[in-house]
Every structure is written in C-alpha cells, then in structure tokens.
C-alpha cells in the first residue's frame, strides 16, 4: 500500500479512505484485468452456437487475458473474483449452460471446472516460465537419457511430452474438460444436445 501511494503521491492513510484494506485493491485488481476479457453476450450470436463453441470462445478469451497478465494470476488463485466484471462473466458461462438444459447444479459445476483448468493452466504455464524451467530441447534429452528400463514410457514419449505448443496443449485439454463435461450432462439429461436458445 506504501508502494502505491508513493505512486500516486498520496498518503497509505489516504488510501485506506478510500479502500478497507489490501485485499479490497486486490480484488479491484483483479476485477480490472477479469474486464479486458471479451465475453459475447448478443443473444442472436449466442442462439445459433452450441455451449461447447461459447465455452470454448470465452475460455480462449480468458487464457488470453491471463497470459498478458500473469502477475494477477496469484491473486485469481487467492480469492475467488466477485467484482463487477468476474460477475459477467460467471452470469454469462452458467446462463449458456442453463439455457442448454444443463441441471442447475451440473451447470454450476462445468463453469466452474472450465475456469479452474484455465487459471490452472495459465498459472503452470507462468510458474514455469519464471522459474526458468528447462526449454523443449534440453528436457527432451533429458527424457531420453533416462534409464529406459526403469522410465520406458517417459523415454519412448520424449518427443511428444516436449515437441506440443503450450496453445495446442491448451486447446487439446480444454476439449478433454468439454467432452467430460458433454458426457456427463447427457447422462443427467439425456438426449441431443440443444442449441443456444436466450
């Protein structure tokens, strides 16, 4: 807060009139950073896509976001966002699901389970990139000059464990979370799925 307030050539006491405590400005943070997430929200646009196709835009556009910001991902993963614009963003993922016959609570749930693995895979990716972890190249060897016969899949998988782009294993894993998501929604309900229909 002292940090800041030299910033703004205020006082940390004039800042604490306007705010209640650190974790208050955390939270308006991270409200900002969650706004710059572009979220569709036009219903025609909406009524002729599946959940999958919206899921997948606002999930894209939400990794986008987290990986220009990284530093706000710490912050993602202390609280849960509650601002303005996180409330936006959670009406409009769980009201796609509803309006697909998605159960209410397993609506709850698939939003849910989407935005943990995209902060999840945002904060892994970040974590490792700033603790220096070793390039593609150098882990590849690394695999392959392990003892085969105590590693054989982790040696015979060397390539493929090192050679995917992180935005290729993003998607292949985000489609893996949809399908899981797709099959447990037909065994609550049944059936073909819908489009969206606001």
């Keep these: 807060m002292r940090l800041l307030a030299d910033r703004l050539g205020s006082g940390t006491a004039t800042l604490y009139r306007h705010l209640a405590s650190k974790d208050e400005l955390m939270a308006y943070v991270v409200d900002r ?14 009524s002729s896509t599946t959940w999958q196709e919206a899921t997948v835009r606002g999930s894209n556009a939400f990794y986008e976001v987290l990986k220009n910001h990284p530093n706000a991902l710490p912050l993602l993963v202390s609280q849960v966002p509650v601002g303005p614009n ?19 609570d397993l609506a709850a749930r698939a939003y849910t389970a989407v935005a943990h693995y ?23 060897d690394f695999y392959r000059a392990l003892d085969a016969k105590i590693y054989p899949a982790t040696v015979a998988a060397a390539d493929e464990l090192t050679s995917v782009p992180l935005s290729e ?3 292949f894993g985000l489609q893996l979370v ?18 969206i229909v606001m």
Excluded: M, N, W, Y
């Design 169 to 171: 294993e993003f998607r």
């Design 33 to 46: 950073v969650l706004g710059e997430v572009d979220i569709e929200t036009d219903a025609d646009a909406l």
């Design 178 to 195: 949809l399908d899981g998501i797709e099959l447990a929604r037909k065994a609550t309900a049944g059936g073909d799925q819908p489009a």
């Design 86 to 104: 996180a409330l936006a963003h959670r009406e409009r993922s769980v009201a796609v699901l509803l309006a697909c016959g998605f159960p209410l």
């Design 118 to 140: 995209v902060v999840g895979f945002a904060l892994q990716q970040h974590t490792q990139v700033a603790a220096g972890q070793e390039d593609a190249a150098r882990l590849r």
